[in-house]
């Protein structure tokens, strides 16, 4: 998830109404909100996608006899989307953005 997502989220979330914040956090209610994009990728799109993002031409190769971590890494974003917000940077567009700012700062 892109940084500027995750502040707008947290912006968002701290400019509710009183009353809805206060549902989202009483004591019968778990007191929890997801922020993400409530999109699961699989390591081999992550790669596609920072493969594309730094134009890298090689060959990305995966040992498929081997787990990749946990099954799902996806949140749910379900209380957050049901209040209006969602992410508007889309993880290939955030790779991208973030690829590009490295060059700008660290060009030798």
């Known amino acids: 998830m892109y940084s500027s997502d995750v502040g707008d989220a947290i912006a968002f979330l701290l ?6 914040f ?4 009483a004591p019968d ?8 994009v409530g999109e699961d990728v699989t390591i081999r799109e992550v790669a596609e996608l920072v493969k594309a993002a730094v134009g890298w031409e090689g060959n990305l190769v995966f040992d498929t006899t081997k787990p990749d971590g946990t099954p799902r890494k996806l ?12 992410a ?4 290939g567009a955030g790779l991208q953005a973030t ?7 660290h060009a030798a």
């Open 15 to 20: 400019g509710l109404p009183d009353s809805d």
């Open 22 to 25: 206060d549902a989202l956090t």
């Open 29 to 36: 209610t778990a007191p929890l909100i997801n922020v993400g």
């Open 75 to 86: 949140l749910d974003v379900t209380r957050l989307r049901n209040l209006g917000w969602k």
């Open 88 to 91: 508007k940077t889309s993880l």
């Open 99 to 105: 690829y590009e700012d490295f060059l700008r700062l």
